[in-house]
């Protein structure tokens, strides 16, 4: 596991951001979450789920990928 120290009130800024940004375009930025439910609704019944997260990425390119999903499109 790694321990990175960056100014985590700009990180948090810029996903608060993003979330704002998908929620303006109708998007969820928690479906993940809800993906169980969903199947549910339209009729599988049998479902596993768990949570997890992976990211191969360094958090530079993270950083990086939000700032660009943040910048207006052209």
Same mark, same amino acid.
């Given at each position: ?5 960056? /100014? &985590?009130? #700009?990180?948090?800024?810029? &996903?608060?951001? !993003?979330?704002?940004?998908? *929620? ?12 169980? #439910?969903? !199947?549910? *609704? ?11 997260? *992976? ?7 993270? &950083? !990086? #990928?939000?700032?660009?999903? !943040?910048? /207006?499109?052209?």
């Amino acid at each position: 596991m790694h321990c990175y120290h960056y /100014p &985590i009130s #700009g990180l948090i800024t810029a &996903i608060a951001y !993003l979330k704002w940004i998908l *929620q303006q375009n109708s998007d969820n930025p928690y479906v993940g979450r809800e993906l169980s #439910g969903l !199947l549910r *609704q339209a009729g599988f019944t049998n479902i596993k789920a768990s949570a997890s997260e *992976q990211c191969n990425e360094s958090l530079s390119s993270v &950083i !990086l #990928g939000i700032a660009l999903r !943040l910048l /207006p499109s052209e």
